[in-house]
């Protein structure tokens, strides 16, 4: 504890007399100075025990002093020091009251006492209080090293809220609550995501003050992490603002948790490698091999059912959102211990995920977010610079191969219909139909059709009609006519019309078909 001036009332040595302020003996003491000017509020920080002589002052006038005790209370002078037998006999009735109406403690200094022994039993008592603060944080220092050799990264947070008095977290590159000690801090933890998602907007290393009334306590966050982008952050809660020990034990939490975070990484980049070469053999039809080379790593991932997802993006910012989906999947698939494979290739990701795991879930749901940001106009966003993600049905390793196309099929019509996500289960179960509506589709039925459609136009016929008709009823004759309301006999010489314009033949099953689509095509416009 640093000095106050209860401490120096009861120094033997310094055989001081409080005369006012009795009750606010407990104050710290910054510093002690020496001044005699009239006004010394301009050469004062605020902390200060003042001493003084009056050697310049009325100390007999009650305005006068009210007005010097007034001015050093409002600049942040915790108590004054008035030597008597020096200017004054004993000190003046007007000092003691004025100090008693402003609440300023006053202490009497007696004659054989000097100001100097004063400012040295401040001076020693300081460097005193920094001594035990840097001693308890060498102190700290080692114990959280030893519990993070130990027990990693949890026994460092209980051993820091130990230290601080209070609680301490640590969150993942999503944002999410890893650990958290004790225990009941982890609720806690959890509401400051935002905060901490606004922290990991900044560059690393950031750190950010958190409180008010509607927290309950201060919490301080800071980025963990050598790169651009922060890996993780730790929050740490206390009643009240860190000391000196308490801020060399925040510190020395920060750079071991960042030492983890980044051997984290570095073991993470072998496992991407571990992970592109199981993929690459899965790929090739060699499951066998990749059980082998997966090992106890990606092994139980390859024994269940699993999804295959692969994402894209350009080169202009939604190339971090591949980064960005890369954490999301692999934190979401930590929490619940479920094994996840994750292997980047340039502007692609490919990830293989067990199947209804939260890791897919977490997939959709930040595909889902993308997607309503896409939906705010923005000038300087192209569709090449879009993130757009396709997932597999469930499959197994014998049929990567399969997953995988199915994956760049559902990617491909994500980025054909302007999506973002797309599952290619969605594709299997539901219409044709939707496909119609690309660009290139419906210029080849424009194309198709277009004789028609102007041969209509000049009022010498209804082809169109007849001939959609005709085949919406498979050719048959008699159906066909009572649709339109005419006889068969003008039907069939429609249909002789639509063949001599479009240079084809209503026999062939394949002319048929791509009538039949070009009608469907240009009627979703």
Same mark, same amino acid.
């Given at each position: 504890?640093?000095?106050?001036?209860?401490?120096?009332?009861?120094?033997?040595?310094? !055989?001081?007399?409080?005369?006012?302020?009795?009750?606010?003996?407990?104050?710290?003491?910054?510093?002690?100075?020496?001044?005699?000017?009239?006004?010394?509020?301009?050469?004062?920080?605020?902390?200060?025990?003042?001493?003084?002589?009056?050697?310049?002052?009325?100390?007999?006038?009650?305005?006068?002093?009210?007005?010097? &005790?007034?001015?050093?209370?409002? #600049?942040?002078?915790?108590?004054?020091?008035?030597?008597?037998?020096?200017?004054?006999?004993?000190?003046?009735?007007?000092?003691? +009251?004025a100090c008693a109406q402003e609440g300023l403690p006053l202490l009497e200094v007696p004659?054989?006492?000097?100001?100097?022994?004063?400012? !040295?039993?401040?001076?020693?008592?300081?460097?005193?209080?920094?001594?035990?603060?840097?001693?308890?944080?060498?102190?700290?220092?080692?114990?959280?090293?030893?519990?993070?050799?130990?027990?990693?990264?949890?026994?460092?947070?209980?051993?820091?809220?130990?230290?601080?008095?209070?609680?301490?977290?640590?969150?993942?590159?999503?944002?999410?609550?890893?650990?958290?000690?004790?225990?009941?801090?982890?609720?806690?933890?959890?509401?400051?995501?935002?905060? &901490?998602?606004?922290?990991?907007?900044?560059?690393?290393?950031?750190?950010?003050?958190?409180?008010?009334?509607?927290?309950?306590?201060?919490?301080?966050?800071?980025?963990?992490?050598?790169? %651009?982008?922060? %890996?993780?952050?730790?929050?740490?809660?206390?009643?009240? #603002?860190?000391?000196?020990?308490?801020?060399?034990?925040?510190?020395?939490?920060?750079?071991?948790?960042?030492?983890?975070?980044?051997?984290?990484?570095?073991?993470?980049?072998?496992?991407?490698?571990?992970?592109?070469?199981?993929? =690459?053999?899965?790929?090739?039809?060699?499951?066998?091999?990749? =059980?082998?080379? $997966?090992?106890?790593?990606?092994?139980?991932?390859?024994?269940?059912?699993?999804?295959?997802?692969?994402?894209?993006?350009?080169?202009?910012?939604?190339?971090?959102?591949?980064?960005?989906?890369?954490?999301?999947?692999?934190?979401?698939?930590?929490?619940?211990?479920?094994?996840?494979?994750?292997?980047?290739?340039?502007?692609?990701?490919?990830?293989?995920?067990?199947?209804?795991?939260?890791?897919?879930?977490?997939?959709?749901?930040?595909?889902?977010?993308?997607?309503?940001?896409?939906?705010?106009?923005?000038?300087?966003?192209?569709?090449?610079?879009?993130?757009?993600?396709?997932?597999?049905?469930?499959?197994?390793?014998?049929?990567? $191969?399969?997953?995988?196309?199915?994956?760049?099929?559902?990617?491909?019509? $994500?980025?054909?219909?302007?999506?973002?996500?797309?599952?290619?289960?969605?594709?299997?179960?539901?219409?044709?139909?939707?496909?119609?509506?690309?660009?290139?589709?419906?210029?080849? #039925? +424009?194309?198709?059709?277009?004789?028609?459609?102007?041969?209509?136009?000049?009022?010498?016929?209804?082809?169109?009609?007849?001939? =959609?008709?005709?085949?919406? %009823?498979?050719?048959?004759?008699?159906?066909?006519?009572?649709?339109?309301?005419?006889?068969?006999?003008?039907?069939?010489?429609?249909? %002789?019309? &639509?063949?001599?314009?479009?240079? =084809?033949?209503?026999?062939?099953?394949?002319?048929?078909?791509?009538?039949?689509?070009?009608? !469907?095509?240009?009627?979703?416009?």
């Amino acid at each position: 504890m640093p000095p106050t001036l209860a401490s120096l009332v009861n120094h033997s040595a310094l !055989k001081l007399t409080v005369r006012a302020g009795e009750d606010r003996l407990d104050v710290p003491v910054r510093w002690a100075h020496v001044s005699e000017l009239a006004d010394p509020v301009p050469y004062m920080e605020g902390g200060e025990l003042l001493l003084i002589t009056a050697l310049k002052l009325d100390a007999e006038d009650p305005e006068a002093m009210l007005r010097y &005790v007034r001015r050093l209370a409002g #600049a942040g002078v915790v108590g004054l020091g008035f030597a008597v037998g020096v200017n004054y006999e004993q000190t003046p009735q007007a000092l003691v +009251d004025a100090c008693a109406q402003e609440g300023l403690p006053l202490l009497e200094v007696p004659r054989r006492t000097p100001f100097l022994a004063i400012s !040295k039993a401040v001076s020693a008592a300081i460097a005193a209080d920094q001594y035990r603060a840097v001693t308890a944080g060498f102190a700290a220092q080692r114990e959280l090293t030893k519990q993070a050799l130990n027990t990693g990264p949890e026994g460092v947070l209980t051993a820091l809220a130990a230290q601080v008095d209070g609680w301490a977290a640590l969150y993942d590159a999503s944002g999410s609550v890893v650990a958290a000690a004790p225990e009941w801090a982890g609720r806690r933890a959890a509401r400051l995501t935002a905060e &901490v998602e606004r922290l990991r907007e900044r560059a690393a290393p950031a750190s950010s003050v958190v409180g008010g009334p509607e927290h309950e306590d201060r919490v301080e966050l800071h980025s963990l992490g050598t790169g %651009r982008r922060p %890996r993780a952050a730790l929050a740490v809660g206390t009643a009240a #603002a860190l000391g000196t020990a308490e801020r060399y034990a925040v510190h020395s939490a920060i750079a071991l948790l960042t030492l983890t975070t980044e051997r984290s990484r570095s073991l993470h980049a072998a496992e991407q490698r571990v992970g592109t070469a199981v993929l =690459r053999m899965l790929l090739a039809g060699q499951p066998d091999h990749a =059980r082998a080379v $997966a090992g106890d790593l990606y092994g139980g991932l390859l024994d269940a059912p699993f999804r295959m997802i692969v994402a894209e993006s350009g080169s202009g910012p939604a190339g971090e959102a591949l980064s960005e989906l890369a954490e999301t999947v692999e934190s979401a698939a930590a929490r619940s211990g479920e094994a996840v494979l994750v292997v980047p290739e340039g502007e692609r990701l490919v990830v293989l995920a067990g199947d209804e795991g939260t890791a897919v879930a977490a997939c959709a749901a930040y595909a889902t977010a993308r997607e309503a940001e896409r939906a705010v106009p923005d000038q300087g966003r192209t569709d090449e610079d879009e993130l757009v993600v396709g997932l597999s049905a469930p499959s197994g390793p014998i049929a990567a $191969a399969a997953a995988y196309k199915q994956a760049e099929q559902a990617l491909s019509v $994500a980025r054909r219909r302007g999506r973002v996500f797309v599952e290619h289960e969605q594709l299997a179960a539901g219409s044709v139909l939707p496909l119609l509506a690309d660009d290139a589709v419906r210029a080849f #039925a +424009d194309g198709l059709l277009r004789a028609l459609y102007e041969h209509d136009a000049t009022g010498r016929g209804d082809l169109v009609a007849s001939l =959609r008709a005709w085949l919406s %009823r498979h050719g048959q004759w008699d159906a066909a006519a009572a649709d339109l309301g005419v006889h068969r006999h003008t039907l069939r010489y429609r249909m %002789r019309r &639509v063949e001599e314009i479009l240079g =084809r033949s209503l026999d062939d099953p394949d002319v048929r078909m791509e009538l039949w689509l070009a009608l !469907k095509a240009t009627a979703t416009d």
